[in-house]
């Protein structure tokens, strides 16, 4: 099944997606507060459901929140494509590399994103997000899936030069709103092989990457195993899991994103599964786009939005409703 959030009249709500729209699970009575990231919640909720207990809510006329609203940790995978460590001329790691971003990166279809003067070079990473719903602490890789409440599409924006300066990743990832997830949170019922599924980036219409998740060096399984030993795993924790060929990074002379681009990632979907496609295009994508609209992120595309980067001179309140020039804005879309 695919969940949502989004602002209602009681901050941040559930939602079920349906073909003809989003079920508000409050109305319902079915769930009260953001969606469910815990295995049992999602399992209670689940047994639950039948035909819609209330009206359908059309995608487009909701403020999407992002799909993990409160994640103990965001851990990042960095080189987990073999063909993109090619393209950065970085040899293949042998242990996963990591690093982390903060809550404040979390932004939502629809958000706004400011691009500091700090940097000039930002870059798109189109990723799949791993959600854990279930506590892990020294799982084996055959048990690591067991942990896994979840997925969705992501977009490591990040700012290179910052990136760069030193050997320590993290201050060119952490710029806020750096982390677009969602729109939907796709459980596992619907995803049982997360090495089975395509990824892509486009860019003002172009595609820029075009992969599967089949080329990670490191699985979902095993990255889940790895951090495990290391740290306790918790329900809502965010596993960034890396990001294939095509970033701007690779390119000889590349062309850095800037205000006015959009950004669409996605679609995020099964392979086996790649030819079907569901009412108004909902497949499992995310989106960045850098402009005055809003546009989707995440696996599941279509919410018809998205979020948006903006020069620090135009920076707005994330969750603000203020419509800005063409020029002003990078936007995130679906």
Known sequence: MKLVNFYGSEGIQAGLVHDGGVEDLAVSGLWQGPTPVALSDIAALAAKFAAPASPLVPMESLRLAPVVVAPEKIICVGLNYRRHAVEANMPIPTTPVIFGKFANSLSACGDRIALPTVDFKYDYEAELGVIIG????????????????????????????????????????????????????VTTDDIPDPQALRIQCRVNGEVRQLSSTSDMIFSVAEI????????????????????????????????????????????????SRSRKRSPRGHRYATGSRFSQRRRAVGIGSGCGRGTELLPAALRRHRRGHEELPDHSALWHRG
């Not at 990136?163 to 060119?172: D, E």
């Not at 790895?226 to 809502?236: D, E, I, N």
């Not at 924790?237 to 669409?264: F, M, N, R």
């Open 134 to 185: 279930r506590e892990a602490r020294d799982v084996s890789v055959d048990q690591a899936l067991d942990s896994v409440a979840g997925y969705c599409c992501a977009n490591d924006l990040s700012a290179r030069s910052a990136q760069l300066a030193t050997s320590q990743w993290m201050i060119g990832k952490m710029l806020d709103g750096f982390l677009p997830l969602g729109p939907f949170l």
């Open 224 to 271: 889940i195993a790895f951090l495990s030993r290391y740290a306790t795993l918790k329900p809502g924790d965010v596993i960034i899991t890396g990001t294939p060929e095509g970033v701007l990074l690779g390119h000889k002379t590349p062309i850095w994103l800037k205000p006015g681009d959009e950004v669409a990632i996605g679609p995020c979907f099964s392979e």
